[in-house]
């Protein structure tokens, strides 16, 4: 067991629905440090969407180990992983990210509360957050009225907003079209200046390649795990893109 | 054509009729019909750059065939090639190549080419999304830089559901 | 904590509407139980009600002329006195007939203590000298109504005549005839005019105790005997009677209107968790994303369970806090009042009956939303990413349906409607219930139709009993007359000793009465007998066997040839022909005669000429008529179908909003296949309604297969015995139907109309169609 953040070994999922019985993930092992940005990346039904879920506890995993700040959690109970959650994973989906029912201010400052917060520091908290998202002025909208990149910010300021150790994200810009997209990965970025750990699962190359680490799943298990290669940057700006291609 | 005969000649020697065959087989449509003038030309240049040897074989019934072969300065000429990362869509069809002539050749794995490559990228991509653009067309430039490289990742993915 | 009550409250303000339906469904069942319940106890114990409006005296005792009661009030445990009032036995005259009456005067003013409750005309008023005002039982034995002319006369004097001004209720007597004498308020100077002897005259003192236990109240007695010198041939004390001997003389005992309304109280209880249920489960239904998500960001299962428990309360209580206010103030003026005149005081029910309907109903509400909240506990957290996709089970059906050209919407909507299983479900019971429950209704008001119109179905052929000499001959004479049959009762011990019953005497074999024969036929010999299901229970006999009791100290031996329906007495009754007892060795003179009447002959005409007929002591009493009592109930039946109806309609407008909300995303595929608009709706529309026609339907043959049923059956154990009911009319199970339909497709319409118009403005946004379910590694 390593002083990482996160670490799994042997982690594996099968779903039963006899008699077949499919293997989505099969043996994977892998390691998250504090405030390391890694990217998993691989064909639909590699498994990627399925390992995110069992490493933020939303699904059990059948085989292996998972390590979270030291401690196995891999057998936690349902009820003892949400408690977990509260503080430690903070979750982004793809689609259905906020509660229908409540405004934009309340579905950031659930967490909050949930966690213990009192009611004024959560309204404090997600003052600041929704500040920094330059949506401070939709708090009270409900999530429908927002568009869908509006919506992602949200869902990632409801994701921050009890600074969770790890954030996990799958597909936060599958939906967006690209002006979004780049918004919410300017966000991202900068979360990870800040040095939030975060685990993200795309299959956008752009935000792939602003990760520290990359991981690549194929048919369930690893292919691929490499830190994204700092090559010389361009010296002269734009006219070496048009060199490269030149 | 240089580096495809001294890829099949990696393999095993052959005789310029017999390259000729393999590289139709080998990549079929995707190589426009080699010419065995040419096969011949460019196999006396790469003899002439030491890359190559030839050896006249007798036979009973025919005119003596040419035999070639690699010789060590070709085998590293090729492991070079190999080695280094190739660029662009105008190179995709060398990566390609390489994907589908090295396993053949046993001078690399097709899953260890493909991360390679897609570690080039993520590589590119990573300096592309850094760069700031100071106008318009630049910017434009930039985005089509990262679309195209976008849609070679996600080829290179299909690769690996295909080849692997 | 915080977390929930902030989930909790944004919850209840962003579904105001489904909240409305819970908390509307809650306050009509709370007020429909508090309604019956109130109504049962006005009906079978008229007595509280009545106390309480009347504010009764808890004892009455009765002193001679000028006794001083002034020492009363100083007795420990007398907590009030209220009088002395004047009273005077008299007897009422009309024609032949006399019934035993007391006066009391009073004046203008009615007293504070057990107050007369005027329920028609005035109290007595000094403007009217001679007005009088009779107690209700005794105006409705004696067939006295306001405006009538009376003629009192005491034993010393001669007859006066009194106006009746006004007929009152008091709990300080039971009813006539059980209680006698009769009761008539009058002013002063009318007392004296009647009675001027004044050693005839008693005081009336009403007093109010401390305890009024019936202990307390015997000790009281004895106190006051102590203080006017001790029980005693010449004590001053007369008589008394206590709050619990009018109580328990006032209690009805009719089995009918028990059943009846004990049927509805199963009613409310049944539909009430199954409305909630299905509103709550229907909630969570709604929500599966929501509820996955909250889980994703960190409430534990069990946290989600209580939040939904602990909201589905709240909305109960609030329910049952509307329901008790509604109840209130549906009954506060009194309306209810049945058409015999029986007095029915209809007192608020004391505070801990009505806490405990309330939290009985919450604790119900709790309850039904436990297996909707566990299983809202239950929903994986992935189900906010992934859900599942509706699975095409009618496939085939839809294929051929659109091979036969039906219209598209037609078939998609049915396709659509029943591949997912569990939703349906809910729709289907949720309408169901109710429905069949509203059927069962219908079947008792309908059977109690029946009894209205064919009094012979519950076997009260006869519509009088006329007693006295001459009896036979008179009513020979009489034109309104049909038949009359002689009969005899008598109180028998059944064999063992344990308890009695009814042998009847009832026409003879060769013209036995006409009881409505339910099993079997009537007797026609000597040794046939009917019996009655009590009996039958009593003496585990059935139809068929022979058995052999003792009538007034002869031994008659019969077979029982048939199985009668007889409302009185539980059904104890063993029915044969007079000629029987004759056989038996003991010949009896009739006691009494049943009398037919002429179809379209209303009783009280006939009662009255009878009464006329220049005779002496013939004594004529109508036979009680069950159904009459049962006037409450239709009120109640009135009022559990109404709710019922509201109950399912809560149902329905779920069940439709969950359907809508399924196919929200689909309405633009629809549209992409080529569906106008119009059709678009009219997909969305069938797509509901089938399912709700389907629960209608359901419903509605599940009541009409169940009511008859289970009314026999009340009947049967109740003694009555089974046969009873009657199925409503084929017209009025359309009627209902029909409504039912058209309530459901105008719900359904309107919903669909606003979930077109928002899903145009959700796809305008983006929110994609769900995604597909990738669970396959290949």
């Known amino acids: 067991m390593s002083t990482a953040l996160l670490c799994t070994r042997g982690l594996a999922k099968v779903y039963r629905s006899d008699p077949v019985a499919v293997e989505a993930v099969r043996g994977v092992d892998i390691e998250v440090g504090t405030g390391e940005f890694v990217a998993i990346m691989g064909p639909s039904g590699s498994g990627k969407s399925t390992l995110l879920h069992m490493l933020g506890g939303l699904e059990p995993a059948t085989r292996g180990e998972i390590w979270l700040r030291g401690r196995r959690v891999d057998q936690l109970s349902t009820a003892a992983w949400a408690i977990l959650r509260r503080r430690h994973v903070g979750f982004v989906f793809q689609f259905f990210n906020l509660l229908s029912n409540m405004t934009v201010a309340d579905n950031v400052e659930l967490p909050a509360l949930l966690a213990g917060a009192t009611p004024r520091q959560a309204r404090r908290r997600r003052e600041e957050l929704l500040g920094e998202l330059g949506l401070a002025d939709q708090a009270g909208t409900a999530p429908a009225r927002l568009s869908g990149g509006e ?20 597909e936060p810009t599958g ?23 975060m685990v993200l699962v795309t299959h956008d190359a752009r935000v792939a390649s602003r990760a520290d680490r990359v991981l690549h799943l194929f048919d369930g298990m690893v292919a691929d795990d490499a830190p994204v290669l700092r090559l010389p940057r361009p010296v002269n700006g734009v006219r070496d893109v048009v060199e490269l291609h030149g | 054509m240089r580096l495809h005969l001294l890829a099949l000649l990696a393999k095993e020697p052959a005789h310029g009729y017999e390259l000729k065959l393999a590289l139709e087989q080998t990549f079929g449509e995707a190589y426009p019909s080699p010419n065995i003038g040419q096969i011949y030309v460019t196999l006396k240049r790469l003899e002439q750059d030491g890359l190559v040897r030839s050896e006249d074989v007798e036979q009973t019934t025919r005119p003596n065939k040419r035999v070639y072969e690699l010789t060590p300065a070709g085998r590293e000429t090729l492991r070079a090639w190999v080695d280094e990362p190739s660029d662009g869509p105008r190179i995709r069809d060398e990566f390609f190549t390489k994907l589908v002539l090295a396993p053949l050749a046993g001078l690399a794995d097709r899953m260890e080419l493909i991360n390679s490559q897609r570690r080039h990228y993520l590589g590119i991509m990573r300096n592309l999304t850094g760069l700031t653009p100071s106008s318009t067309p630049a910017g434009l430039l930039i985005e089509g830089a990262i679309l195209h490289l976008q849609a070679d990742l996600d080829w290179l993915e299909r690769c690996q559901e295909e080849l692997v | 904590m915080r977390g929930t009550l902030r989930w909790a409250r944004a919850d209840l303000r962003a579904r105001r509407g489904q909240a409305l339906v819970t908390v509307v469904v809650v306050a009509g069942v709370v007020a429909a139980l508090v309604l019956a319940t109130m109504l049962l106890e006005g009906a079978i114990n008229p007595w509280r ?33 209220d009088g002395p009032f004047q009273a005077a036995p008299a007897t009422l005259e009309q024609g032949p007939v006399k019934s035993p009456v007391q006066l009391t005067a009073m004046g203008q003013i009615p007293p504070e203590m057990s107050t007369p409750l005027v329920v028609a005309g005035t109290w007595l008023r000094r403007s009217a000298p001679h007005g009088v005002v009779v107690e209700a039982s005794f105006a409705a034995a004696v067939h006295v109504r306001v405006g009538d002319e009376i003629s009192v006369q005491s034993v010393d004097a001669g007859a006066v005549r009194m106006t009746v001004i006004g007929i009152a209720d008091t709990a300080d007597q039971g009813f006539y005839p059980q209680w006698t004498p009769g009761l008539i308020w009058v002013l002063p100077p009318v007392l004296s005019a009647v009675e001027p002897a004044t050693g005839e005259r008693e005081y009336v003192v009403g007093l109010r105790l401390a305890d009024a236990a019936p202990v307390a109240a015997g000790l009281a007695v004895q106190e006051i005997y102590n203080a006017y010198d001790g029980p005693s041939e010449n004590s001053v004390v007369q008589r008394f009677s206590t709050a619990q001997q009018v109580e328990n003389s006032m209690a009805s005992d009719d089995r009918l209107l028990g059943l009846l309304l004990a049927l509805f109280g199963i009613i409310a209880l049944c539909a009430a968790p199954c409305a909630i249920a299905n509103v709550t489960a229907g909630r969570v239904l709604m929500h599966r994303q929501d509820i996955a998500m909250l889980k994703a960001l960190g409430f534990t299962p069990g946290q989600v369970i209580r939040m939904l428990l602990a909201e589905q309360t709240a909305l109960g209580v609030a329910g049952a806090l509307c329901g008790v206010a509604l109840a209130r103030v549906v009954t506060s003026p009194e309306f209810i009042r049945p058409p015999d005149g029986t007095p029915v005081g209809l007192a608020p029910l004391p505070g801990s009956w009505v806490t405990l309907i309330a939290a009985g109903t919450v604790l119900t509400v709790a309850v039904a939303t436990v297996i909707p909240a566990w299983w809202a506990g239950l929903v994986s957290p992935v189900a906010a990413v992934q859900a599942s996709p509706p699975r095409g089970h009618l496939s085939l059906i839809a294929r051929l349906g659109l091979l036969v050209h039906l219209p598209a919407p037609l078939v998609l909507g049915v396709r659509d409607s029943l591949t997912r299983r569990l939703p349906a479900l809910l729709t289907v019971f949720g309408v169901a219930i109710p429905m069949a429950m509203i059927t069962i209704a219908l079947t008792c008001w309908s059977t109690i139709d029946g009894f209205a119109r064919h009094p012979g179905r519950i076997g009260l052929a006869a519509a009088l009993t006329v007693s006295g000499p001459a009896s036979a001959s008179v009513l020979a004479r009489d034109p309104q007359v049909l038949a009359t049959y002689p009969g005899a009762a008598f109180d028998t011990l059944l064999p063992g000793d344990n308890g009695t019953f009814t042998a009847l005497a009832a026409g003879t074999s060769a013209r036995p009465y006409p009881f409505h024969v339910a099993d079997g036929r009537l007797y026609g010999a000597p040794d046939e007998a009917v019996a009655g299901q009590g009996f039958l229970d009593l003496m585990h006999l059935s139809v068929g066997d022979l058995t ?97 109806a509201v109950i399912g309609l809560a149902s329905l407008l779920t069940a439709t909003a969950i359907g809508l909300r399924d196919h929200q995303h689909e309405t633009g ?7 106008t608009p119009r059709q678009v709706m009219a997909t969305l529309v069938v797509n509901t309604t089938i399912l709700t026609a389907l629960g209608v339907g359901a419903g509605l043959a599940a009541g009409i297969v169940a009511a008859p049923r289970l009314i026999n059956r009340q009947g049967q154990s109740s003694g009555l015995g ?49 995604p597909a379910l990738k669970r396959t590694a290949h």
């Open chain 1, 151 to 170: 919506q992602q910010r949200v869902a990632l300021a409801r994701a921050l907003a009890n600074e969770p150790s790890l954030l996990l994200a799958d």
């Open chain 1, 175 to 197: 939906n967006l079209d690209s002006t979004n997209a780049r918004d919410v990965l300017r966000l991202l970025q900068r979360t990870h200046e800040r040095g939030q750990a």
């Open chain 3, 49 to 81: 009600g009545l106390f309480a409006r009347t504010h009764g005296a808890d004892l009455v005792v009765y002193f001679s002329y000028g006794t001083d009661t002034g020492k009363l009030s100083k007795l420990p445990g007398v907590r009030a006195v």
């Open chain 3, 548 to 644: 052999g009791v003792t009538v007034d100290g002869v031994y008659v031996d019969v077979r029982i040839v048939g199985r009668i329906v007889y409302p009185d007495n539980n059904g104890d009754v063993l029915a044969f022909g007079l000629d029987a007892l004759q056989v038996a060795g003991n010949p009896q003179p009739p006691q009494f005669y049943e009398v037919v009447l002429r179809p379209g002959v209303p009783t009280s005409a006939a009662v009255v000429t009878l009464l006329r007929m220049p005779h002496d002591q013939l004594d004529v009493q109508r036979v009680p008529d069950p159904a009459d009592g049962l006037g409450i109930v239709r009120v109640v039946i009135a009022v559990s179908v109404v709710i019922l």
């Open chain 3, 669 to 675: 595929v629809l549209a992409a296949i080529g569906l």
């Open chain 3, 722 to 770: 089974a046969g009873i009911a009657s199925a409503p009319s084929p017209l009025m199970v359309a009627a209902i139907a029909v409504v039912a339909l058209l309530v459901a497709t105008t719900a359904a319409v309107g919903l669909a109309r606003r979930t077109l118009r928002r899903s145009d403005q959700v796809a305008r946004l983006h929110s994609p169609a769900r």
